[in-house]
């Protein structure tokens, strides 16, 4: 009885094992080959965060712009022009939908 417990509780712990390889140091050359392919820029995102990120830059990065829908990413409530790059980090203000003033931190 003790050997039946023992191999049903192996077998019940070989069901955890994951079935692929988690995501580690062997896909970030991949992902960055295919960030800067795509025009990006690979690095650090945030401010705590250690993992890379695909940086973009946005087709209208600078175009004037009164509220979200003018911009294909974010409107800052600033300087009323879209944001450059995608995506944002730390704390600014951007216009809504409706142009309504928003503030905002991200990390």
């Known amino acids: 009885m ?4 023992l191999v049903l509780g192996v077998l019940a ?8 390889d988690p ?3 062997k896909s970030i050359p991949a992902k960055k080959a295919a960030c800067e392919a795509a025009g990006g820029t690979y690095a650090p995102g945030g401010i705590f965060s250690p993992e890379y990120i695909c940086f973009t830059e946005n087709p209208d990065a600078g175009k004037s712009c009164r509220k979200a ?13 879209c944001n ?3 995506p944002m980090f730390g704390c600014y203000s951007y216009l809504d939908e409706k142009g309504k003033k928003v503030e905002i931190c991200v990390d």
Do not use: I, N, W
């Open 84 to 86: 450059k790059v995608s």
């Open 23 to 25: 995501p580690g140091p």
């Open 13 to 20: 712990l070989a069901g955890c094992l994951p079935q692929d």
């Open 2 to 5: 003790k050997k039946f417990m």
């Open 69 to 81: 829908t003018d911009c294909t990413d974010t409107c800052l409530a600033d300087t009323r022009t």
